[in-house]
Antibody, heavy 119, light 107 residues
């Protein structure tokens, strides 16, 4: 079955960077794109960016341009999300999510990774 | 960027009620719209894609309709497991945008 398993919770200081991983299994990794979506405490969902593991092309939401890097390792079927220059309002649960077969919706999700930014 | 506006923000209903949630796009998105259900502490779950297509395994009491800029999610007969927060999401262009969410709570 399709599974996306994310790395564990992180605590970072303001100004630092965080790198979260998302390991996929149960499907052909390079056929589907992978997205990152975050959710601040008590808030809604916010799409951050996307990568295709076919060739590594990425698309980032304008809000995160210059601060977000999404990469892929096809040898381990893992996608990474690195967010730099962390601020307190980056405290959120970060989800990876797979593209749907017929469009850029999200048909499978990771379990979420809590990133806490605090001095 | 395409903005998505959901209404209402909160909906109080009883088991057995038929409920409808509306999602409006700031410009036409054709039928590139999905709906998700999220429960506290869990990842969202895909319910509907391409405005009206039911995801495998999702109960038939869920249905979606609409195109262009106005879309609806209907739950035909609300069940105890349906009390959750629902989000719409557009995927018409390279950017993806979520609505702000609708919390369905017990009346």
């Amino acid at each position: 079955q399709v599974q996306l398993v994310q790395s564990g919770a992180e605590v970072k200081k303001p100004g630092a960077s965080v790198k979260v991983s998302c390991k996929s299994s149960g499907y052909s990794f390079t056929v589907y794109g992978t997205n990152w979506v975050r959710q601040a405490p008590g808030q809604g969902l916010e799409w951050m960016g996307w990568i295709t593991s076919y060739n590594g092309d990425t698309v980032y939401a304008p809000k995160f341009q210059g601060r977000l890097t999404i990469t892929t390792d096809t040898s381990t079927s893992t996608v990474y999300m690195e967010l730099a220059s962390l601020r307190s309002d980056d405290t959120a649960v970060y989800f990876c999510a797979r593209d749907g077969i017929t469009g850029y919706y999200f048909d499978s999700w990771g379990q979420g990774t809590l990133v806490t930014v605090s001095s | 960027d395409i903005q998505m506006t959901q209404s209402p923000s909160t909906l109080s209903a009883s088991v057995g009620d038929r409920i409808t949630i509306t999602c409006r796009a700031s410009q036409s998105i054709s039928d590139s719209l999905a709906w998700y259900q999220q429960k506290p502490g869990k990842a969202p779950k895909l319910l509907i894609y391409k405005a009206s297509n039911l995801e495998n395994g999702v109960p038939s009491r869920f249905s979606g309709s609409g195109s262009g800029t106005e879309f609806t999610l209907t739950i035909g007969s609300l069940q105890p497991d349906d009390f959750a927060t629902y989000y719409c999401q557009q995927y018409n262009n390279y950017g993806r945008t979520f609505g702000q969410g609708t919390k369905v709570e017990i009346k």
